[in-house]
């Protein structure tokens, strides 16, 4: 489908790719993997057009259309959100109008016949790519994709300028999406999407017709999407089939064959030097030395990526708190005449683990406000609990950091405060000599006197923190003033990791943060020992970290006492049952999309989950379960066929309509051919609509 032959890339001194080749067939869904700076982003815009190789060229087939999402910097204005998603249909948008302009002009008793004649055969031609193109279905599929994105109908007419940044990087998805290009280009893609969004975009990409390239830094999101992975480095492309985890287990394990070879390459290289160096001036020996000479200069050395130190880091110790950790009693909270909780009450107790999710908006955030006591509720009481040490994490933690201090001064200000530990018994002197001032530094001011050589000598972990969020070599020496979005993040992290706590409320703390720096967060947290409530939007943490949710929606805040695998299993359960009329738990927010019911809990469910029943009671509410979902499964099917039989109806309705309508004289008298026309246009959106609920029920299925 799309080919790259020999291209080169580079940017001042530093070669990205190296007469590289390589090739995407239609319907692959690759991931880009790499470090930061390899050249994953350039690889992109090169592919969609952007940037040119300096050297090769890229080869596409004709008419084969891009689609591109740039990590950040879209904006869109002068439209409502529909009419901005619509553009995605322009051509048949524009197929439409003159399909109307026409059905009024045959209409037109003062039109030529000659005229006449070249209007119905255009007419025809339009109405044929409309139904073709899928043209009575635009509407729908708009729906979906805006909903699937997590816009609301109340959305739709809103002016798209008053969106913010995060969703209008939304919009641009939405149009990209909608538009279906033959190649789809994504960079970060889920930045900006909550949990559902994201699950939606999963299911939507898996299925979709045409070639996906994506950079992504979600590892679920990558499993669940991607077939193959590239791994750009080394100046070249290094392809891998399967999913990300596959990609990790194949090349630790091409890594420690290239290392091995390496290693007798380098053996094999020592014994000929050592050869040569013995016996260069020995005549006997010429010829065997020159021909070892003439190997070493055939020998292309394997190169091998730097390994990147793993970074392992735990919190500073800190006393436990009691038992209850924060109790909210009745708590409501508004903005002027939006109310984002009423009457809620949430208990944590110590050593709780609890990810808050819901849909942006929602109110995860004003709800992590009032559970750390940045904001208190409108009415009802927070209780701390006795010897609760809190750290909270907001969304906008970077931007607090003092801008006047470099990377390595932002860390190293406060930590040996917290981070020497307690020495007991033991002695530590220290000698004051005379001339005790004569050998301070000069070349320091006052504040780095102080704290610039304790980190290195009593907080040894600093730059270890500092490598692994990216931070190495005079990277330490910026001013936080010249950082990037995504560098303050990252900084803003590392700091947190070290001051002691035992109860930390994490405002999305992965953002910005790529996968080796989502690690080094996740570890020290599986490690935690306290307290921990957070807000993620990456599924892979919020997997490995959460054993209960919080559901934000509709003013509530609802506790579920499980894995968040096993909350989307229940919530699926309550869909379906809801669904079929007989649920007894109802669903406040309907799903972004439709699921499929499925017919038994995950595989690792807890206690918490259902499915793991050995009770005579249990057991007969679960063959009652298994006859419900058979019942709806039986009427689903039945609902397919009447659909089916509709649609054949509805077509053959339209083929008779227009078998009349090319009838010689048809347009002559308007008053007849009007309605004909009319009746026709009703049957065409009609079966457009039964298409749509057909193409649901069978995703259902």
Known sequence: MIQLSSVSKSFGGRVLLDSVSWQIDDRERVGLSGPNGAGKTTLLKMLAGLDEPDAGTIVKPSGLTVGYLPQDGLNHSGRTLIEEAGLAFKPLLDMRAEIQSLEDRLADDSVAETDHAWMLTRYSELQENFRRLEGYSIDLKMTTVLRGLGFTPDDFEKPSETFSGGWQMRIALAKLLLGRPGLLLLDEPTNHLDLEARNWLEEYLADYLHAVILVSHDRFFLDSVVTRITEIGLRKLTDYIGNYTAYLRERD??????????????????????????????????????????????????????????????????????????????????????????????????????????????????????????????????????????????????????????????????????????????????????????????????????????????????????????????????????????????????????????????????????????????????????????????????????????????????????????????????????????????????????????????????????????SYDERKRLETEARRLKKQTDARRKRVEELEARIADREQAIKDLEDAMAAPGFYDDRETSKPVIDRHQTLMWEVGDLMHQWELLQTES
């Open 253 to 614: 394990a091409r890594m420690e064959r290239l290392r091995q070879q390496k290693r007798h390459q380098d053996e094999e290289v020592a014994r000929m030097e050592a050869f040569i160096n013995r016996f260069r001036y020995q005549a006997t020996k010429a010829a065997q030395v020159q021909s070892r000479i003439k190997m070493l200069d055939k020998i292309v050395p394997i190169e091998i990526p730097p390994e990147r130190k793993r970074v392992h880091f735990a919190f500073p110790p800190c006393a436990k708190s009691g038992r209850t950790v924060i109790d909210l009693r009745g708590v409501r909270k508004a903005y002027g005449s939006i109310t984002v909780f009423a009457g809620i009450n949430v208990h944590i107790e110590r050593g709780d683990r609890i990810a808050l999710i819901g849909p942006n908006g929602a109110g995860k955030s004003t709800l992590m406000r009032m559970l750390s006591g940045v904001e208190a509720p409108d009415v009802g009481t927070r209780t701390e609990g006795h010897q609760v040490v809190m750290q909270y994490f907001a969304q906008d933690e970077a931007t607090r950091l003092d801008p006047t201090r470099n990377v390595y001064q932002t860390l190293s200000g406060d930590a040996p405060l917290h981070m020497v530990p307690h020495i007991g018994h033991q002695v530590v002197m220290q000698y004051f000599a005379q001339d005790e001032a004569t050998r301070l530094d000069p070349t320091r001011n006052v504040y780095r006197t102080l704290s610039g050589d304790a980190p290195l000598h009593m907080v040894p972990h600093i730059r270890n923190i500092l490598g692994g969020f990216l931070f190495s070599g005079d990277d330490i020496e910026k001013p936080v003033r010249v950082l990037s979005g995504g560098e303050r993040t990252r900084l803003a992290v590392a700091r947190m990791l070290l001051r002691p706590s035992n109860t930390l409320v994490l405002d999305e703390p992965t953002n910005h943060l790529d996968l080796d720096s989502k690690d080094v967060l996740l570890e020290a947290l599986e490690d935690f020992g306290g307290t921990l409530i957070f807000v993620s939007h990456d599924r892979y943490f919020v997997d490995r970290l959460a054993t209960r949710i919080i559901d934000i929606g509709n003013t509530q805040a609802l506790m579920y006492p499980g894995t968040y695998e096993e909350f989307l299993w229940s919530r699926k359960q309550q869909v379906a049952a809801a669904g079929n009329g007989t649920g007894t738990s109802p669903v406040r927010r309907p799903a972004a999309s439709r699921p499929a019911i499925p017919q038994s809990p995950p595989k690792h469910a807890g206690r918490s989950a259902p499915g793991a029943a050995v």
